[in-house]
């Protein structure tokens, strides 16, 4: 499960389609030399799916996956289904308590009542109904802006922000959680290849930022200021063909050649 962005929220769908992967294999395998192969498989992904449900992480970033919520849990996982529910309700009103903000003083324009007979005319009447943490949790459940399994999650939760601040504020920390170590170990190789033994004086800061400014230039972010230079030079990069991902696994799998030889073998007629 190797990637740039978070994959803690897909670890649970995973199992699940694993599982069952290996047992329509099994029953396709009844009674063949293969079958006694799926038991084992079965036995070693159960256990590892069973240790993911009990870790919070997990089933965190799994209910903040827009794709997901609650469902995943309703029609996949029902005996932690109450527990998932209970779950994002805790750490809801723990972080509901953490954000809080002290309540502004009242204002005399606040104060000022509206007489009965200028009710017609109170285009903005007050709202005397804000949204308590029960309703950001169940608009979050009902919402209609839905995102694909495969979706930019953290895109999501940015959009969507200003309508779920306290989840969102959830998402930021739970979304970060990754499932496997490929992506530290590609920062810290990275960071290896800035650190050398003719810059190791550099201090951790200095190196944060260069770790940072090397993913965001990669991932197409337009920096602007100092960063000119490289966004040029990366830039430029993109047009030569020498760097085309696409044509560097089309130069590997001999798609040139196909296409010359196809070319060669064409009469004038043709």
């Not at 289904?81 to 994002?88: K, S, V």
Request: with cysteine; hydrophobic share 40%.
């Amino acid at each position: 499960m190797e990637g740039d962005g978070p994959s803690c929220a897909m670890v649970l769908y995973e199992y699940s389609r694993l599982l069952e992967t290996l047992g329509k294999l099994k029953e396709s395998s009844k009674n063949g030399i293969l079958e006694a192969m799926f038991d084992p498989m079965i036995k070693v992904a159960t256990k590892y799916k069973d240790l993911a449900l009990k870790c919070e992480p997990i089933l965190m970033a799994t209910i903040l996956h827009p794709a997901w919520r609650l469902l995943l849990f309703a029609n996949k996982f029902q005996s932690h289904h109450r527990i998932a529910q209970d779950l994002i309700s805790k750490k809801f009103k723990e972080r509901q308590a953490l954000l809080k903000l002290p309540t502004p003083p009242s204002t005399k324009e606040s104060s000022q009542a509206v007489v009965p007979e200028d009710d017609e005319y109170n285009f903005y009447p007050k709202n005397s109904a804000l949204d308590d943490s029960e309703d950001e949790l169940n608009r979050y459940y009902e919402t209609k802006y839905t995102l694909g399994i495969k979706g930019n999650v953290l895109l999501w939760w940015k959009t969507q922000a200003p309508s779920f601040p306290i989840l969102s504020s959830l998402a930021r920390d739970y979304l970060a959680c990754a499932s496997s170590s490929a992506t530290v170990e590609r920062t810290f190789s990275a960071a290896s290849d800035i650190c050398t033994t003719a810059q190791s004086a550099l201090a951790p800061q200095k190196i944060e930022w260069c770790i940072s400014s090397h993913l965001w230039i990669r991932n197409g972010v337009q920096a602007q200021g100092g960063f000119d230079d490289c966004v040029s030079v990366m830039a430029a990069t993109k047009k030569n063909p020498k760097f085309n991902p696409a044509s560097a696994v089309a130069k590997r799998s001999g798609l040139p050649l196909l296409l010359a030889t196809e070319s060669s073998l064409k009469t004038p007629d043709s």
